[in-house]
């Protein structure tokens, strides 16, 4: 890292988020990640088209890339698709976001990636998540035309904090009497204010919490469960695929969400990526990424 660049994990959170919010996002160091290494590496993305869009959202105009290879036979079902970052960082160009909907571009399932509003100064719930629900309503709207289904075979799903926004989404959705997801794909979520301890409310002292905290903008709306879908009902839902990782920490609060799910009746899968731990699909190198990868567009094609 450069003197104007820190270390944003090492640093503590309102430092982080004071950066974050007067810098914007910091360079990723890694190599081989962008789009042009990718494809070199994974011939199998060579056709997968990109086209580049806005989003007309409560946060402003919010960036969204489309996904589609015409080369390959049409899944009959359709993504949004919505990266992770703590509620504070990330964007469309990271692998959990960009390497994702290539990957299932090429496997004939076109993608929608959204962005959103970050939490940063004195944004907070439900910012993130009005622009989530503008990103989906955009989709349903167009969905013929950019993503080749009609607006029942449109799926939603995200990863982290991308994962609690779309499970939120659904929620929100679903108490307004709007039409829900086909699908719902959920990649270890952060569901819970506590992801260890799903159901309850952190330890103050705990990173959990301040987290928490700053995406929920006070104490009270920490129970909120539009904020929080861990706490909420899960009543409605559709058919859900909960991917959790072995040695991720926000590994319970997935198990729990998707055993709710089984408990009311709902279309509910768990898949345990072995050997895993947190964002491990946002590192191409990751062994266990391809096989996570391959069992979302499994689950996804068989939505059809």
């Keep these: 890292m450069t003197d104007t660049q820190p270390d944003l994990r090492a640093l503590p959170l309102p430092e982080a988020v004071t950066w ?3 810098h914007g996002e910091p360079d990723d160091p890694r190599p081989g990640i962008d789009t042009a290494s990718l494809r070199r590496r994974f011939p199998r993305l060579a056709h997968v088209r990109t086209r580049d869009l806005v989003v007309e959202a409560p946060g402003g105009p919010q960036p969204a890339r ?3 290879d015409d080369t390959v036979a049409h899944a009959g079902v359709a993504l949004v698709w919505v990266y992770g970052g703590g509620f504070i960082g990330g ?3 990271m692998p959990e976001s960009n390497w994702v909907a290539l990957e299932l571009g090429a496997r004939g399932i076109p993608v929608l990636a959204v962005d959103y509003v970050k939490c940063l100064g004195d944004v907070h719930f439900p ?3 009005d622009d989530v629900l503008a990103a989906w309503r955009y989709a349903r709207t167009n969905s013929t ?3 080749g289904v009609e607006p029942g075979a449109l799926l939603l799903g995200g990863a982290s904090a991308g994962g609690n926004l779309t ?3 659904v929620a929100r959705l679903r108490d307004a009497g709007e039409s829900l997801p086909g699908a719902l794909v959920l990649v270890y979520p952060a569901l819970d204010p506590d992801g260890a301890h799903p159901g309850g409310i952190p330890d103050p002292e705990s990173p959990y919490f301040k987290l928490s905290l700053n995406f929920a903008g006070s104490p009270e709306a920490m129970h909120n469960p539009h904020a929080f879908p861990g706490l909420g009902s899960v009543g ?3 058919p859900t695929l909960v991917v959790v990782c072995e040695h991720d920490s926000l590994r319970p609060s997935g198990e729990a969400f998707a055993t709710r799910l089984l408990a009311a009746g709902r279309d509910a899968t768990l898949y345990v990526e072995a050997g895993a731990d947190h964002a491990h699909i946002d590192e191409p190198s990751h062994r266990g990424a391809a096989r996570t990868l391959a069992a979302i567009g499994d689950w996804i094609g068989e939505r059809r």
């Design 20 to 22: 974050l919010r007067d």
């Design 66 to 68: 489309l996904y589609r």
């Design 91 to 93: 964007h469309l160009d």
């Design 127 to 129: 910012a993130p998540s």
């Design 145 to 147: 035309k950019l993503l």
């Design 167 to 169: 499970a939120g989404a």
């Design 236 to 238: 409605g839902f559709p």
